[in-house]
Antibody, heavy 121, light 110 residues
Framework: QVQLVESGGGVVQPGRSLRLSCAAS????????MHWVRQAPGKGLEWVAV????????YYADSVKGRFTISRDNSKNTLYLQMNSLRSGDTAVYYC??????????????WGQGSLVTVSS | QTVVTQEASFSVSPGGTVTLTCGLS?????????PSWYQQTPGQAPRTLIY???TRSSGVPDRFSGSILGIKAALTITGAQADDECDYYC??????????FGGGTKLTVL
């Protein structure tokens, strides 16, 4: 069965960096685009970034553009989110999600359980 | 900046029917926005309900259906049950590799 397991979250000071990972199993990882979606405490879902199946295309929400980088290692079946210059507003649970549809997909079908990132001094 | 709109809250009686909507701050939602719907209970990851406007995800009961109603995407729940009480989110594909979620609807079944 499809499994997505995020890791790497924690407490980090403003201005510092953190890298999240999402380990995928149960499907051919290299055939699917992947997304990061976040949810601030008590708030709604916010789309963060997407990467194509081969890593050749990447897109970001304006709120993270220039600070976050999405990447993948298909040999390790792992998705990453490098988060730099973190702000208090980046505090959230970060979910990875598999894209459904060609190349970048148009929907999300499977979701991980999330990893909490807290930006605080 | 395009905003995706959803009702903040909605209430339905057990066994009743409710339609949640997903609109745009400017313009109409069409199938070209590839609307999809997600269900989330507190403390849990989202669950995919509907994609491609009206296709149910695997395992989703046929009480849940998606459509375009007028200028909005819609999620209709028929025969509402107590465990349908949770948050519902729509998301639209804006093109150029950008997705935007609605603010979510908190559904109460009482």
């Amino acid at each position: 069965q499809v499994q997505l397991v995020e890791s790497g979250g924690g407490v980090v000071q403003p201005g510092r960096s953190l890298r999240l990972s999402c380990a995928a199993s149960g499907f051919t990882f290299s055939s699917y685009g992947m997304h990061w979606v976040r949810q601030a405490p008590g708030k709604g879902l916010e789309w963060v970034a997407v990467i194509s199946f081969d890593g050749s295309s990447k897109y970001y929400a304006d709120s993270v553009k220039g600070r976050f980088t999405i990447s993948r290692d298909n040999s390790k079946n792992t998705l990453y989110l490098q988060m730099n210059s973190l702000r208090s507003g980046d505090t959230a649970v970060y979910y990875c999600a598999r894209a459904l549809g060609p190349k970048l997909g148009r929907y999300f079908d499977y979701w991980g359980q999330g990893s909490l990132v807290t930006v605080s001094s | 900046q395009t905003v995706v709109t959803q009702e903040a809250s909605f209430s339905v009686s057990p066994g009743g029917t409710v339609t949640l909507t997903c609109g745009l701050s400017s313009g109409s939602v069409s199938t070209s926005y590839y609307p999809s719907w997600y269900q989330q209970t507190p403390g849990q990851a989202p669950r995919t309900l509907i994609y491609n406007t009206n296709t149910r995800s695997s395992g989703v009961p046929d009480r849940f259906s998606g459509s375009i109603l007028g200028i909005k995407a819609a999620l209709t729940i028929t025969g509402a049950q107590a465990d349908d009480e949770c948050d519902y989110y729509c998301v639209l594909y804006m093109g150029s590799g950008i997705w935007v979620f609605g603010g979510g609807t908190k559904l109460t079944v009482l």
